[in-house]
């Protein structure tokens, strides 16, 4: 029996711990891989869970109370009560209580997202339908980032997650995020760095992020979007700081954004 409620408990909070993308049957968060994400999972975990827990088993135990007790054999004649104050202040006020005490940290979490440190590298993601459209505005690179099909993929390449351009950032450092989109809504989310926000047209919303470990990192467009929803995923690939000048200088060439807008002005004009 032991053996079984540790099971039950590994798989609550710890099958989230192997990957930075969606795992068969996984039951929790994917593993956190920012310190945003890992005050997320703490305050889901050992605070959120706990709670609901609590409630749940509370008000299984007075149902069955209720049911068993004043069944209509063991309690034939039933109170005529309808009003107790002190029952009434006290479901009031511990909800209420119970609120404070999530609300208290779960702004801490917010205003921590929300302020944004100084950022190291700037990264723009503009949501297409059906691709996101990168830019790094301090570095002149421009490319998109197309999903990879099904029948094109390589060993390891996730299903419906991998793309064919990557954007490449430096681990720990902190990457801020404008996140925009061109035709309508989509959301920019990568769930092992706790980032999430809606890619609104004619506007630009921020977010930020510090990769702390080097890998590849799997999210996908969270707002419906249209027909291809489910197919603009988005990839970030965390390397050392080296690697990430290798890229740097190799994209400056590849991806430079005056030769490919200009290349873009040609065909217009053609
Ligand atoms: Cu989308």
Redesign the pocket.
Known sequence: MNKFILTILSLIFTTSALASQPKEWQFGFQNPASSGMRDIVNFHNNLLLPIIIAISVFVLFLMIYTCVRFRASANPVPSKRTHNVTVEILWTLIPCLILIVMAVPSFKILYKQDTIPKADVTVKAV?Y??YWGYEYPDENIIFDSYMIETKDLKENQPRLLTVDHQVVVPVNKVVKVLITANDVL??WALPSFGVKRDAVPGRINETWFKAEKIGTYYGQ?S?L??IK?AF?PINVKVVSDEDYQEWLAEARVKFAKEEIENDKLKIVSK
Do not use: S
């Open positions: 949501g339908q059906w989509h959301a467009c707002e979007c249209g929803h603009m």
